[in-house]
């Protein structure tokens, strides 16, 4: 095998430019020189325009155009105030016939023309990358920026071939000895360095196994285990690197290494390793200029490709991060995207061979516990270390290659065990370890809540140890304009199972960053959206807290309104708020409010507004006054009728009578002519109007009726609706007291249907369709026949399941009451134990079922079960639960409560901080 070496990139910088004299062109000229100058300031760049070319004897114009064909990669320089022109033109054909890859610069005008050619060139079905620029003094620097942080993708850096880099010597020579029996060769590294590195070893393997060696190493075994070893406690310690580290480093590979490493690789690796102690320093911006020398002086033809790859890529994200500073967003980081979620995201000596090694283990140890009986534990020998010391080894490579992205890809090459064992044992240390490995390398709280959905009952078993582990590892973090969003998405996951002391500590601790971020000149949006949901969602951060982040963001950026919105509707305590922490809320809110362009309101800032008003009437004066001058109609509609505490109030039957009229619109709209798919679901409306005790005369009742008749006997209605239509169909039943045998014979349960219940849904949902068909029969007749323990029975899926449940919730109180169907319960109250077990069911199917005990207890038949299932949900280690089952208490009426006394109290005093500090808001 033959090393393949770095060739120089040819770039083209777009020529077509005449009338030179004309100011417009004199700029672009001016730049395109600078740029060039620039570029060919890079060792491995050839950058070529057209006004200083002097190596040909034939006329410019008529080999230039061959030129272009010959090159890497072209750059357009475009005017927004001015035509593109036809020379320009006829280059853009070229390189578009030739498929070479292109940027594209627009220098912007006054009033937004760079779009306009954005989108022309867009209309001519442009592929390539279009950058509008922002207005500047150095064009030429950004312009170079914005192309070092798109080379990686022009220079092919996972390229479809893979080329081995190894000498023919090292290709030749013998495979590993048994101490390092993963890395068969490792490049122009010789094989010694990765033979005493046993401190670094037993340190990743502490972390991935947890336990502790029969033989404990106190001393670094050489000078780079000490190094490497060092570089993981800065990783998971929050260490800091000796300010000698990259020196070290040097001539411990060196020494290693006498005669294998060339003088164009040391100078490489000597920038490289000083970038790296500058990046896990803080100076990102530094490291960036330190790897741009580096691009200028090194010698890359005499290097292997994959070494200028490595550089571009840290260069590139460096770049990023400086982006992210400065607030300027781009497009999803394709190449990261694949580094991040690829077994083999490009070629990279001894990393990719480590990892090959770890992967197909993995994937042979899935196919056996695929394979094998549910009884049967795995068992892993002492063999099973040599897969933790690859990844160490994959890690030692990159530090001794001086890579930056590949170093901190050592907690995302971890998970590749810690998924396995979290898979297999099901442990909720293996689930901490999968999160943690997340955090640091800074996945978003909705990538890592698939994990937390997924085991959600190991979850609910972490510790105080725990949670404190992951805090303090976190604080290591090495991008610190990412760092307060990754801490914040660690707490809102562990912030639940720190004791009070430590939760006082570590949100004091955080609530100093995030005001020093909040009352920056420029506010960073990077982590915006994880601290919000931090506020949103820990219910243990103090009121004030809550209440200062809302005044500083609301009314200054509307992109996070709708978070906003959300925590005041959610995260707010509006019983016991003071007076001048409500006049502060509604203070904000009327500023979203304003700040507001649209004509109608998010749902969480409709339901925020609601709760205000609701809560608040005396204080939201001000904001009720200017929705009412403002946005009448919107609040008259959407606003006004949640708000009542009147419920004779003939308003109340105009917003009914305007469901009603939402009813027959999406019924006559669904005809046979496709599937219509609705925002609003006027029959749930309805019924929540009606479950807080609004009263319906009569009339409107009728009206009502005759509605949900229509909308059952619609074959083309969708499932939701007719779910809803019969949902509200019980509760007026129920509260009415009386029987509508009479309205059956106007239902054709015989011929019912519906269309799917979504766009993927199966497209004949019987089973829905007959669980439907039965309970209207049960429901107006009063009688059973049976068709419960058929609906009870029909399916054991997961969806099917807790459809079922949801229906539970209003038919149970109309069995109650009737003595011809309270029969059905010992039925339903089997069904609900069965199914009572958060460690096999979903959250919302449980809080469903919780909702069905909580009716129960009010029958002195069933009280004492219902109970004993309540108290079955007290005791379990989902914390989610228990404070769904706190909300669901909450609100029921209190001459409801008197037999949860002795539930209400364990959740006063529950072991999980979160579900007690929810109790005694809501109970005390």
């Known amino acids: 095998m033959t090393t393949k070496y770095a060739q120089s990139l ?273 100076n990102y911006i530094e490291a960036s200029e330190c790897l741009k020398e580096l691009l200028k002086k090194a010698k890359f033809d005499k290097l292997p490709s994959w070494i200028l790859q490595d550089i571009l890529i840290d260069l590139r994200n460096l770049l990023m991060i400086e982006d992210e500073f400065r607030n300027r967003f781009h497009p999803d980081n394709i190449y990261q995207t694949k580094l991040n979620d690829s077994a083999n995201p490009f070629y990279y000596p001894g990393i990719d061979h480590s990892l090959k090694t770890v992967y197909e283990w993995v994937q042979s140890e899935q196919n056996k516990h695929n394979t094998s009986s549910s009884s049967e534990k795995n068992m892993y020998g002492r063999g099973i270390y040599q897969y933790a010391d690859a990844l160490t080894e994959a890690e030692i490579f990159a530090a001794c290659n001086g890579s930056i992205t590949q170093i901190r890809q050592l907690p995302n090459y971890l998970n590749i065990l810690s998924e396995m064992f979290l898979q297999h044992d099901r442990n909720r240390i293996y689930l901490r370890d999968v999160i943690q490995n997340q955090l640091l390398m800074g996945k978003s709280y909705k990538t890592i809540s698939r994990w937390i959905k997924k085991y959600s ?113 959610g995260a707010i305590d509006h019983e016991h708020a003071t007076v001048a922490q409500r006049q502060k809320i509604v203070n904000a809110l009327l500023s979203i409010v304003k700040a507001s362009k649209e004509v109608t309101f998010t749902p969480r800032t409709q339901s925020a507004l609601i709760v205000t008003i609701k809560f608040w009437p005396t204080e939201a004066t001000e904001l009720v006054t200017y929705l009412r001058e403002n946005r009448n109609k919107y609040f008259e509609e959407d606003i006004l009728p949640y708000t009542w505490d009147d419920t004779t109030d003939p308003k109340f039957n105009s917003y009914i009578n305007k469901q009603i009229g939402f009813m027959r619109s999406q019924d006559e709209d669904q005809n046979g002519n496709g599937v219509s798919m609705y925002s609003i679901d006027p029959f749930i409306n309805v019924y929540a109007s009606m479950s807080d005790g609004y009263l319906i005369n009569e009339i409107i009742r009728e009206k009502i009726l005759q509605e949900i008749v229509n909308t059952l006997n619609n074959p083309h209605q969708i499932i939701d ?83 079922v449940s949801d229906l539970l919730v209003d038919f149970i109180p109309l069995a109650l009451q009737d003595d011809s169907l309270i029969n059905t319960i010992p039925q339903i109250l089997q069904f609900l134990i069965a199914n009572n077990n958060s460690h096999e069911r979903e959250n919302k199917l449980i809080n469903n079922i919780s909702k069905c005990f909580l009716i129960l207890i009010n029958c002195q038949q069933y009280c004492d079960v219902a109970l004993g299932q309540l108290q079955r949900l007290v005791s379990d280690t989902n914390n989610i639960v228990q404070r769904l089952l706190v909300s669901n208490i909450h609100s029921l009426p209190s001459e409801q409560q008197s037999n949860l006394e002795g539930i209400k109290g364990q959740l006063l005093t529950s072991s999980s901080y979160s579900v007690r500090d929810l109790a005694i808001r809501d109970f005390c």
Request: glycine fraction near 4%.
């Open 721 to 803: 609706a007719k779910k809803s239509a019969i949902k509200l169909m019980m509760l007026i039943i129920k509260n009415n007291k009386q029987k509508y045998s009479s309205m059956l014979k106007n239902i054709n349960t015989e011929t019912f249907s519906a269309e799917s219940l979504g766009f993927f849904g199966v497209s004949n949902p019987t089973q829905y369709i007959e669980v439907l068909r039965n309970l209207i029969n049960i429901s107006l007749s009063g009688e059973d026949g049976g068709k419960i323990l058929l609906i009870l029975t029909l399916s054991q899926s997961a969806e099917y399941i807790y459809f």
């Open 457 to 569: 009952f190991l979850q609910g078993q972490f510790t105080d140890n725990d949670a404190m582990t992951v805090l303090s590892v976190v604080e290591s973090f090495s991008v610190k304009v990412e760092k307060i969003g990754v801490q914040a998405t660690a707490l809102r996951i562990f912030g639940d199972y720190l004791t009070d002391t430590h939760f006082k500590e570590k949100w004091t601790k955080l609530f100093k960053s995030i005001k020093s971020w909040l009352v920056e000149p420029q506010l960073i949006f990077q982590p915006a959206i994880e601290i919000l949901g931090l506020f949103r969602y820990c219910f243990r951060i103090p009121q004030d807290d809550i209440i200062f982040t809302i005044t500083k963001l609301a009314g200054k950026f509307p992109q996070y309104f709708d978070q906003l919105a959300d925590i005041i509707s």
């Open 10 to 282: 040819r770039i083209f910088i777009s020529s077509a430019v005449e009338n030179k004299d004309e100011p417009w062109r004199k700029k672009i000229l001016d730049i395109r020189l600078a740029l060039n100058k620039r570029l060919n300031e890079y060792s491995f760049i050839d950058s070529y325009i057209l006004e200083e070319d002097d190596t040909s004897a034939i006329p410019l114009k008529e080999t230039y155009l061959t030129t272009l064909k010959d090159s890497n990669l072209v750059i357009f320089l475009l005017d927004s105030r001015y035509p593109i022109p036809d020379g320009v033109q006829v280059e853009i054909t070229e390189s578009r016939r030739s498929n070479i890859p292109r940027i594209y610069f627009i220098i912007p005008g006054e009033t937004g023309e760079a779009e306009t050619m954005k989108n022309e060139l867009l209309h001519q079905h442009e592929s390539n990358y279009i950058k509008p620029l922002a207005v500047t003094n150095d064009y030429p620097q950004k312009i170079e920026d914005v192309i070092f942080k798109q080379l990686i993708t022009v220079f092919k850096a996972y390229a479809q071939q893979k080329v081995f880099v190894a000498s023919e010597e090292e290709s030749q020579g013998d495979s590993a000895t048994s101490e390092s029996a993963i890395i068969t060769t490792s490049a122009q590294f010789n094989k010694k360095m990765f033979q005493k590195v046993g401190l670094s070893k037993q340190y990743v393997r502490r972390l991935i196994f947890h336990e502790e060696p029969e033989h404990i190493l106190i001393n670094p075994q050489s000078e780079i285990d000490q190094s490497v070893n060092g570089l993981l406690e800065h990783l998971f310690e929050n260490k800091a690197l000796p300010f000698y580290w990259n020196n070290t480093m040097v001539e411990a590979i060196k020494t290693v290494n006498p005669t294998t490493l060339s003088d164009e690789f040391i100078l490489v690796l000597e920038q490289r390793l000083k970038a790296v102690m500058l990046f896990f320093s803080d």
